[in-house]
């Protein structure tokens, strides 16, 4: 791949509403802005939901026009049921166009560096790698 490449991040989650702002944040951040995220909810509690989905649309409001970057899937009971992490993360690749570099976070994870999309998009370009793994950042 080469060029400007499209990161399509993928986000299962689950009673994640103390986290989702930090990931959304660094999201956000990214000098580099060819990206969208699908977060797919599995059945939280209802204030977790309520919680989530607060924090969620102030970051879709501060995106203002690009907020269709941010999209949200909510499994109910009586619609796709709880699901589990691998099957929402089977759903949101089949949302993603082929040619998408799909990055999976979960949501209680962000992005440390405010170039990781810059750095990993140079990646793409000097390789033609299908895989790329990147180095984690723990904190204790």
């Not at 209802?46 to 690009?66: G, H, M, P, V």
């Not at 040619?99 to 793409?124: F, G, K, P, S, V």
């Amino acid at each position: 791949m080469s060029g400007d490449n499209h990161f399509a991040f993928i986000a299962p989650m689950y009673n994640a509403s103390k986290y989702v702002g930090q990931m959304l944040s660094s999201l956000v951040a990214q000098s580099y802005s060819n990206w969208s995220l699908i977060l797919i909810d599995d059945i939280s509690s209802d204030e977790e939901r309520k919680a989530s989905t607060s924090i969620i649309s102030a970051y879709q409001n501060l995106l203002q026009d690009q907020r269709n970057k941010i999209t949200v899937v909510w499994n109910h009971e009586n619609g796709r049921g709880k699901q589990w992490e691998v099957s929402n993360v089977l759903y949101g690749i089949s949302k993603c166009n082929d040619d998408d570099i799909i990055c999976r976070i979960d949501a209680d994870d962000w992005l440390t560096d405010t170039d990781a999309l810059t750095i990993i998009n140079e990646a793409y370009k000097q390789t033609s790698c299908d895989v790329l793994w990147t180095a984690h950042r723990w904190g204790f």
